[in-house]
């Protein structure tokens, strides 16, 4: 079992910037790929973006892409996805996810087994 704990949300204006952390337990952080998704109102869980078991190698959705960074360090076992230019439409629950089969990124809600409870972003225009 793995346990993920979010952290960071906000209120925020269009323009600023956020970081949110995502903290594991259960389970060495070296044996997972972590991701974050978000969801707003009346929407589907979208992805975001993922990173490797290392570090090493990462996606993105194209909505977020040049704006939003996410990092790990393995020695705190947390994740951290840094958002800059923040956009009204980036309002949202954002959730931290796992997956144990690290030679793949996955990018569908589907393929993560474990998930966070959400902490809510909210940018405002």
């Known amino acids: 079992q793995v346990q993920l704990v979010e952290s960071g949300g906000g209120l925020v204006q269009a323009g600023d910037s956020l970081t949110l952390s995502c903290t594991a337990s259960?389970?060495?952080?070296?044996?997972?790929?972590l991701a974050w998704f978000r969801q707003a109102p009346g929407k589907e869980r979208e992805f975001v973006a993922v990173?490797?078991?290392?570090?090493?190698?990462?996606r993105y959705a194209d909505s977020v892409k040049g704006r939003f960074a996410i990092s790990r360090n393995n020695d705190e076992n947390t994740v951290y996805l840094q958002m800059n230019s923040l956009k009204p439409e980036d309002t949202a629950v954002y959730y931290c996810?796992?997956?144990?089969?690290?030679?793949?990124?996955?990018?569908?809600?589907?393929?993560?087994?474990?998930w966070g409870q959400g902490t809510q972003v909210t940018v405002s225009s």
């Open positions: 990173i490797n078991w290392n570090g090493g190698s990462t």
């Open positions: 996810a796992a997956d144990g089969r690290v030679l793949f990124l996955f990018t569908e809600r589907r393929d993560y087994g474990y």
């Open positions: 259960g389970r060495p952080l070296v044996n997972l790929n």
